[in-house]
């Protein structure tokens, strides 16, 4: 006969560890996408806690006074949990806002689907980097560089140990949001370039011959150029998600300094 017996106190570090990793895997990228059931995320961030409590060594006592003091913790340890995931789903936000522009340019920008991944209308153009970036992170293994991500941060964020300084937070978040830019703008620029030049073309043929209908042709141009130049930048896409992941490094190590103690 095996007798198993767990402390109390176990049981309540137990449940620290877990809950940072169930916030994590709900929202993180290729983990939280929301075509994956319910049972499957609870099942592996169980599993993925049961790892990590075994591997990791307390660095801080549990000290409180009562119950509510547990509970604020816990809620630190989640929010600790959904900001390292956050910061990792939003980089996906770069492809959505590229392929908004290239949509626009193109003459997309009518033709929204349902996107069931971010529960949001959106573009098509959007959509499909979207899943040619999700197929290069897991061809890549980024998503063991996520995991592990989540793993190390209780090493520099032990269990009952995060302080969040918002202005750290806050200066992350700025710097975010002009990579955003600057990246987002490289994945459209060849598109932009090219529909440019057909606008100045389109422009002086139109001056050329004004009975020619510039409006109605234009329109058709414009897709069999975009098309044709996104075909021809397919082979960039590694080039793009290296850009991506990057940057999505960048943003998790950015905010885990902000939380260290």
């Known amino acids: 006969m095996v007798n198993v017996g767990v402390s109390v106190q176990t049981?309540?570090?137990?449940?620290?560890?877990?809950?940072?990793i169930v916030c994590f895997i709900f929202i993180a990228p290729f983990f939280g996408m929301r075509d994956i059931p319910t049972r499957v995320k609870a099942g592996f961030a169980l599993f993925v806690s049961m790892v990590v409590f075994g591997v990791i060594e307390p660095q801080n006592p549990l000290v409180y006074s009562g119950?509510?003091?547990?509970?604020?913790?816990?809620?630190?340890e989640g929010i600790t949990g959904l900001l390292i995931g956050f910061v990792a789903n939003i980089c996906n936000?770069?492809?959505s806002l590229s392929g908004k522009i290239i949509d626009m340019e193109v003459g997309f920008a009518m033709a929204q689907i349902f996107d069931p991944v971010s529960n949001t209308q959106s573009g098509l153009t959007g959509n499909l980097y979207n899943f040619f970036i999700l197929l290069l992170l897991i061809a890549t293994d980024m998503h063991h560089f996520i995991l592990?991500?989540?793993?190390?941060?209780?090493?520099?964020i032990p269990v009952n140990g995060s302080v969040l300084r918002w202005d750290a937070l806050l200066l992350s978040m700025?710097?975010?949001?002009?990579?955003?830019?600057?990246?987002?703008?490289?994945?459209?620029?060849?598109?932009?370039?090219?529909?440019?030049?057909?606008?100045?073309?389109?422009?002086?043929?139109?001056?050329?011959?004004?009975?020619?209908?510039?409006f109605a042709i234009g329109l058709e141009l414009k897709i069999l150029v975009g098309l044709s130049i996104l075909f021809l930048?397919?082979?960039?896409?590694?080039?793009?998600?290296?850009?991506i992941f990057e940057e999505m490094k960048i943003m998790m190590v950015s905010v885990m300094r902000g939380m260290m103690p």
Request: hydrophobic fraction near 60%; proline fraction near 4%; include cysteine.
């Open 93 to 95: 936000s770069i492809v």
């Open 233 to 243: 930048t397919m082979a960039l896409l590694p080039s793009i998600a290296n850009f």
């Open 67 to 76: 119950i509510f003091e547990y509970a604020g913790i816990i809620l630190r």
């Open 11 to 20: 049981l309540e570090y137990f449940l620290m560890v877990m809950t940072r």
């Open 148 to 156: 592990k991500a989540l793993v190390d941060s209780y090493t520099v």
């Open 174 to 214: 700025i710097q975010f949001m002009g990579d955003m830019m600057v990246i987002g703008f490289r994945i459209v620029l060849p598109i932009f370039a090219c529909i440019m030049i057909l606008n100045c073309v389109l422009g002086v043929l139109a001056k050329v011959s004004p009975q020619m209908n510039m």
